[in-house]
């Protein structure tokens, strides 16, 4: 191996040590608490080392979303692929909804880097980072086969999205009990879905 393949794999390994204690520390303790002395401390790195990955927290932030889109987009299609194909599109739609909502409320901080902090990412733009495309492929994969007719798959699994986000973030707050989320879900798919 090379000196200049050592570094970039240290490169690649620091650039990694840096965004699983980023999540870690705001899965205990909230994004407030993630700066970048507080990184550079827990890493045993300085900070300059720290800014030579990431230009500040903003960046860290998007890092851990990318991070947690690829998780996410596994965990949909985990369920949707679990659900039985003899079920049929309610069941695989009812899995992914709840593998979204467990998602939510395992990884707030994550959670929260994806869809609710300023993590400097595009959506639904030519230059939208592959995890988040594919993130959204794993909710039309399912979805758009219950849009109905002259329904754009797209903007259905938009609605959807919006709606899962919307239960996720409302529940969590406080703002919606969270013993009627399954009646919650339930009705969603319900409605929302042609099966």
Same mark, same amino acid.
């Given at each position: 191996?090379?000196?200049?393949?050592?570094?970039? #794999?240290?490169?690649?390994? =620091?650039?990694?040590?840096? !965004?699983?204690?980023?999540?870690?520390?705001?899965?205990?303790?909230?994004?407030?608490? !993630?700066?970048? #002395?507080?990184?550079?401390?827990?890493?045993?790195?300085?900070?300059?080392? @720290?800014y030579s /990955?990431?230009?500040?927290?903003?960046?860290?932030?998007?890092? !851990?979303?990318?991070?947690?889109?690829?998780?996410?987009?596994?965990?949909?299609?985990?369920? $949707?692929?679990?659900?039985?194909?003899?079920?049929?599109? =309610?069941? =695989?739609?009812? %899995?992914?909804? =709840?593998?979204? @909502?467990?998602? *939510?409320?395992?990884?707030?901080?994550?959670?929260?880097?994806?869809?609710? @902090?300023?993590g400097g990412? %595009?959506?639904?733009?030519?230059?939208?980072? *592959?995890?988040?495309?594919? $993130?959204?492929?794993?909710?039309?994969?399912?979805?758009?086969?219950?849009?109905?007719?002259?329904? /754009?798959?797209?903007?259905?699994?938009?609605?959807?999205?919006?709606?899962? /986000?919307?239960?996720?973030?409302?529940?969590?707050?406080?703002?919606?009990?969270?013993?009627?989320?399954?009646?919650?879900?339930?009705?969603?798919?319900?409605?929302?879905?042609?099966?």
């Amino acid at each position: 191996m090379s000196v200049q393949e050592r570094k970039q #794999r240290e490169r690649a390994q =620091r650039e990694r040590l840096i !965004v699983a204690t980023a999540r870690e520390l705001a899965e205990d303790q909230g994004w407030d608490a !993630v700066t970048t #002395r507080r990184l550079a401390e827990s890493i045993e790195y300085s900070q300059p080392v @720290l800014y030579s /990955h990431f230009r500040g927290k903003r960046e860290i932030i998007g890092a !851990v979303a990318l991070e947690g889109a690829t998780e996410l987009a596994a965990a949909l299609r985990s369920a $949707a692929s679990a659900a039985s194909t003899a079920d049929g599109p =309610r069941a =695989r739609v009812t %899995a992914l909804a =709840r593998a979204w @909502l467990d998602f *939510a409320e395992r990884n707030p901080a994550v959670y929260d880097a994806l869809f609710n @902090l300023d993590g400097g990412l %595009a959506f639904a733009q030519e230059d939208t980072p *592959a995890p988040l495309k594919d $993130a959204f492929g794993a909710l039309l994969e399912t979805l758009g086969e219950v849009a109905g007719d002259g329904v /754009h798959p797209g903007v259905f699994t938009e609605l959807f999205w919006a709606a899962l /986000h919307g239960l996720a973030t409302l529940t969590r707050a406080g703002r919606l009990p969270p013993e009627l989320t399954e009646v919650r879900l339930e009705l969603l798919v319900d409605r929302l879905a042609v099966l």
